[in-house]
């Protein structure tokens, strides 16, 4: 009989799908019964993988407006940067490092954007981790793509609806009104988001790391001795017995304390993790794209001066919508289907296949957009420019982040972390420089 081959030390590779239905673990109960559940969830009603999918659509609602809305707060400051530096005083290239009406010397506004960065930084990280809480590894990168919608849609959008409160209400409401809008976001939030960290301690994950031989059915004789399988988890898992949270309950602020779970243990983690090639790839790739964001953004009133800019943006949004979709539900299908003919096992490198259509269009639409205005090209050359690079956009967000998830999945709370830190280094020396 041919050995099974244990997969489990090379990082991303698992079976996605039972092709030769032999596999004693989770399946998902409807459409396509061969895929297996990773990770394999518990029988604990309140696992976030056991939600019910009304549970699970409200936890995406909450993420999506949380990610909504504090973007749109940190994105109001690109159409008012010239009536900002007339009444403030602030150079425009001081401007573009942050965001806020108040600031009238540069040590307010270092202080003020500290502060910014500490309570907005999250919804660079918490969403994704949401996200793999909630979803299974074959549905991940369809919510992945609602994130990076919300993220790079809510930097594009707000200086659309920005525009128009500037010209009827004033500059100083372009910042009021989104205060109002976070305010509102908090109360929702407050009621309806809930805790989705969940330690599974009685599941037994590993059946997923282990690669089927085509071979061993079929020398055996008998599929169900062919591979070293384990029977599913009973009801109670080892005698633990479960109750269902009351809504109460669920609005609780602070979970079960974890061990090990210090600050500081969490900063050395997220240094070391540097060194880790995908992880560091993981922060590099992001970042890339986000300086495409920054260059867009730098550049893109200067360019288009006033009547098109709002119209420009809104091309924006349209990129940003196709670029989800495309690395979303169409990036599930993919790995789906690459797992499939590589004998059910998926591999995290599956997911960077789509990166293939940015290698064309990212060089394009810059040589399109930089070149194209310095030789005064029609705008709706540049608008198609801004609209493939805010696709470009989308696809960064998207891919590099689930590339890391596929590959670290037991790690990609701090993990992230470490892909933030280059991600916003990359970020912040482009738009210094």
Known sequence: MTPVVNKSAIPGTVTLVDVEHVLHTRHLSSGNGDIVL????????????NWSRKRKLLSTVCVSVYTLFA???CSVVYSVLTPLSKETGLSVSTLNEGTGPYANTQGQWIARNVISGFFTAP???????????VYFTHERGTYMGFYAFFLAGSNYFAPVICGFIAEYQGWRWVFYWPSIFVGCAMIFLFFFMEETNYVREHVDDTIANVRLSSSNSSQSGDPE??????DPPSQTEEGTIYTKKSYIQKLAL?????KQNTMFRRLWQTIYYLSWPVIFYAGFSYGSYLVLFNILNGTASIILGSAPYNFGYVACCLGVAIGSIFTGRFSDWLTIKLARRNGGVMEAEHRLWPFLACLILVP???LLWGVGAAHEVHWFGLIVAMCMLAFTNTCGIT???NYLVDSYRELSGVAMASVILVRNTMSFAIGYG
Do not use: Y
């Open 225 to 230: 001795k062919a591979v070293p399988v384990s």
């Open 123 to 133: 919804i660079e990280a918490l969403p994704e981790i949401s996200v793999t809480d």
């Open 38 to 49: 990773i990770p394999t969830p518990s029988h604990d009603p309140d696992d976030p993988l």
């Open 364 to 366: 394009g639409s810059l």
């Open 254 to 258: 602070l979970g079960p304390r974890q």
């Open 399 to 401: 891919l590099s982040v």
């Open 71 to 73: 973007g749109i707060a």
